[in-house]
């Protein structure tokens, strides 16, 4: 009997450590090299259909688990039948160029992680790669302006939110001309429109940033249009890509629902 009991208890640990249960998600790790990210897929989930995802970058000293925690965004991502990925910086910051955190970083460390998060999680879930939205707000959205830059191959959307380049644009960007959703408040004190020292730097100005961007993707003419609270100029090039610039009237404030907003946007336009 007690050799049955004990082929019995480790037949049951043998078998808990080989469910779903034990692996990375919401609550747990995944771990790749020295950094990590979660991910949630959406609930009701069978576990084989391939699912598009939403990367969310954190704002300053936030974390993957924080964002885990935001039931409502949790909620949001399910509901449009998508995977959160939260992805966690080194520190307590994007390490980007010209921030606080490292004013003479090329970003480099950033980008190679966000590329191994994607490989990693479509490695262990049926993420389907050709629809991935990166967002993030405050910090984060610095995060996803940056990626648009210099990864925009890896993502069909961006959608910063409060968030642009630290101090110096970029007089270009690398790779095809991405899709973008820009959206702020109106009254946002904390990374203002036109940004705002921090230390030895400077947040960059929104305004320099889609300029720019708009001379790199030559987009046309903006169009207006409102959207619930969001006062958006709409503006599209000849291959059909989008760059949004939206304004809620407020201050340094996230919603889910603009994330929802974002996806939703691009979907309808045929980006996913």
């Not at 302006?145 to 968030?163: D, E, I, T």
């Amino acid at each position: 009997m007690k050799l049955l009991h004990l082929g019995l208890i480790s037949g049951f640990l043998i078998a808990l450590m080989s469910t779903p249960l034990m692996a990375c998600g919401t609550s747990s790790n995944c771990q790749i090299g020295d950094r990590h990210y979660r991910i949630a897929m959406p609930e009701g989930h069978d576990g084989k259909t391939p699912v598009g995802a939403i990367v969310f970058a954190h704002g300053y000293q936030g974390s993957a688990a924080g964002i885990m925690r935001n039931k409502t965004l949790r909620r949001t991502v399910s509901d449009l039948g998508l995977a959160l990925i939260a992805v966690k910086s080194a520190g307590g910051g994007w390490d980007l160029p010209y921030s606080p955190i490292n004013y003479t970083s090329d970003g480099s460390a950033e980008f190679e992680y966000f590329d191994a998060v994607i490989k990693d999680a479509s490695t262990r879930l049926p993420i389907d790669t050709k629809r991935l939205m990166a967002t993030g707000f405050s910090a984060g959205g610095m995060m996803v302006w940056n990626l648009a830059c210099a990864r925009s191959k890896k993502f069909a959307a961006f959608a910063p939110m409060a968030g642009t380049f630290w101090l110096k644009i970029p007089k270009s960007c690398k790779g095809p001309v991405a899709n973008i959703i820009h959206i702020h408040g109106t009254n946002d004190m904390t990374v203002p429109l036109k940004g705002r020292q921090i230390r030895q730097t400077h947040q960059g100005d929104v305004m320099e940033t889609l300029a720019m961007y708009r001379k790199y993707g030559k987009f046309g003419a903006a169009e207006k249009q409102q959207s619930g609270n969001l006062t958006c100029e709409k503006r599209t090039n000849a291959k059909g890509d989008i760059l949004d610039f939206c304004l809620f009237p407020g201050r340094h404030q996230f919603s889910s629902k603009y994330v929802k907003f974002a996806w939703q946007t691009f979907e309808n336009a045929g980006v996913f």
